[in-house]
């Protein structure tokens, strides 16, 4: 062998091998790695019972409810499986709407209910003008429905 | 073709060559990026969600690809150069890093810009997010290892191999949106056959992009000029092109 293949060799091979830790070490972490949990897992068992995680899903259309007198909200979250209802006081963000991707950070209440003490909008990667979205409406396409938000 | 590979390998001719085209990449690359600006800003139309604060995806997105690709670039000059011992190619990936860093940093602040009003955070721990901050401490590292040698070849190899061990962060960085739920979308314009996003809205970023991979590479050839000059100080041709640009220093023999 050449010390020019040599060096070849060797550089292919550290490279292998920091792949392989990277992977092992991916693998080792990946429930760390979600970022959130859906409907569905929570109901599975995988949130631990009692402590905070985050859930998301899509909003149900016309299951946001806001509590007069106070800032209190709930609205319900769907995998297109699963359902649970979200219980947040606070402002919401911008993108906030039925139909579209939220993730909530919080804990389970006893009453099977999720107390939210923070709502993020997940947007998708869907970018187009208002008037395309109309005529997407029109022509019975629903858009904004986040779906590429929850097959991930 | 091995004459010319050869030819690109001789500091003098790299010099040279590299001085010629700077310039006029940079007027290129800025006509493009003025350009994509005007299409983004003003000929765009608004986002049906996100009305007019999507228009930093114009920022956003050209400088994450820039951060991906000069890496790539950084990464595959350093291994050129352990494997072929050429001189030349550690220059390029020296030259590389802080123009990498500042993008990093670009697309990192254009991110917590605008995920402030839209997702409500400025910065969450999601795979996506915090995968492009380790590229960033990488860069970083990358600097941080050179400037600890003061010879030049022990810190061309030393950092050559922590870029070659970076390129793991790659991949991570890019399907991190698809193999873990993260609050990042996925990806918007790779799908390139049915990208999701309206043409008119997608050309100033294509424009953007191009523009933006010009300014690279001219700011690469003005930085590798100099730091060929640094490394080759002591060579005849050193002293015979910076007496083409500084007459009046000629030293009269």
Known sequence: ???????????????????????????????????????????????AEGTRFRLGGLVIDGSLRRETGSMEVRFDVTDTENTMTVVYAGVLPDLFRE????????????????????????????????????????????VGSGTAAIEK | MWTWFHKLGSPPHLYR????????????????????????LVLAPPDYQQGDGFRIIYVHAPSAWMSMSIYTVMATASAIGLIWRMKLAFAVAAASAPVGASFTF????????????????????DARLTSELILLFVY???????????????????SAVLA?????????????????????????????DNPSISMDMLWPLLVMIVGFNLFYIAILATRVRSEVLGRERNARWVGEALDDLLPENRVTA
């Open chain 1, 1 to 47: 062998m050449t010390p020019r293949r040599q060096r070849m060799v060797g550089t292919g091979l550290v490279m292998a091998g920091v792949a392989l830790a990277a992977v092992l070490a991916l693998r080792a972490f990946q429930e760390n790695l979600m970022f959130f949990y859906s409907p569905t897992d929570v109901i599975a068992g995988s949130a």
């Open chain 1, 99 to 142: 139909g579209q991707g939220v993730i909530a950070n919080g804990y389970l209440q006893a009453d099977g209910s999720f107390r939210a003490d923070e709502v993020l909008a997940k947007h998708d990667e869907e970018y187009m003008p208002p008037e395309v979205a109309r005529m997407l409406e029109e022509r019975g396409h629903p």
């Open chain 2, 17 to 40: 060559l590299a001085g010629k085209l700077a310039p006029w990449l940079l007027w290129i690359a800025i006509v493009l990026i003025a350009v994509g600006t005007y299409g983004g």
């Open chain 2, 106 to 125: 670009l697309a990192l602040v254009t991110g917590a810009i605008w995920g402030q009003p839209m997702w409500g955070t400025w910065w969450v721990w």
């Open chain 2, 140 to 158: 970083f590292g990358y600097m941080g290892l050179r400037a600890a040698f003061s010879e030049v070849q022990k810190a061309d190899r030393a």
């Open chain 2, 164 to 192: 070659i061990v970076g390129v793991v962060n790659l991949p991570i960085i890019h399907y991190s949106v698809v193999w873990w739920n993260t609050l990042h979308q996925v990806s918007t314009v790779t799908k390139l």
